[in-house]
T-cell receptor, first 117, second 113 residues
């Protein structure tokens, strides 16, 4: 149980285009999902907290107009990288926290590698 | 600001050697502590976690970690490593007051067969 999927797993796009990444909790509901960015040889950086039915909470320094987050249902959150540039190339990972549990354990997706040419 | 420090960026060991990966955090309040592992080409998986109770926590695959509150540490240990333990290991903290996970920079472990 507690499986999180991401789609696509890998995407290559041209500079200036937008890319949408989906995060799904497959066998549980998640009121809260999280989006991270992982740089080579560095830690995961929390970008934003996605809450079902409300606006996402962005971390300091993360442009909300650049990284659009929509949490349309209890099993789906999407991250759209708008007008992508080469510096947006990175590994994006989502996680989901099962609704209704007392613990704050999160389950992670496999990640999406974005390459912007 | 809260932070998590992992002392070793890259560790190379031979099979059957003992392992200890250091982790320290900076926060004076109540914390929940985690170790995650990322095997090559796979997603992050939870190794073990500490919420409360016995500070010596046992996880999957023979790993354990000890929470020492006075030292703000949560070191990961395994008495005898295997080649299949080659992976990247992340220490992480959440604060009781919210759900954000703060990750360390990770330790890349390479086990020689």
């Amino acid at each position: 149980g507690a499986v999180v999927s991401q789609h696509p797993s890998r995407v290559i796009c041209k500079s200036g285009t937008s890319v949408k990444i989906e995060c799904r909790s497959l066998d549980f509901q998640a009121t809260t999902m999280f989006w991270y960015r992982q740089f080579p040889k560095k830690s995961l950086m929390l970008m934003a907290t996605s809450n079902e039915g409300s606006k996402a909470t962005y971390e300091q320094g993360v442009e909300k107009d650049k990284f659009l987050i929509n949490h349309a249902s209890l099993t789906l959150s999407t991250l759209t990288v708008t007008s992508a540039h080469p510096e947006d190339s990175s590994f994006y990972i989502c996680s989901a926290r099962p609704s209704g549990r007392m613990s704050n354990e999160q389950f992670f997706g496999p990640g999406t590698r974005l390459t912007v040419l | 600001a809260q932070s998590v420090s992992q002392h070793n960026h890259h560790v190379i060991l031979s099979e059957a050697a003992s392992l200890e990966l250091g982790c320290n955090y900076s926060y004076g309040g109540t914390v929940n502590l985690f170790w995650y592992v990322q095997y090559p080409g796979q997603h992050l998986q939870l190794l073990l976690k500490y919420f409360s109770g016995d500070p010596l926590v046992k996880g999957i695959k023979g790993f354990e970690a000890e929470f020492i509150k006075s030292k703000f540490s949560f070191n990961l240990r395994k008495p005898s490593v295997q080649w299949s333990d080659t992976a990247e290991y992340f220490c992480a903290v959440t604060l009781n007051r919210d759900d954000k996970i703060i990750f360390g920079k990770g330790t890349r472990l390479h086990i020689l067969p």
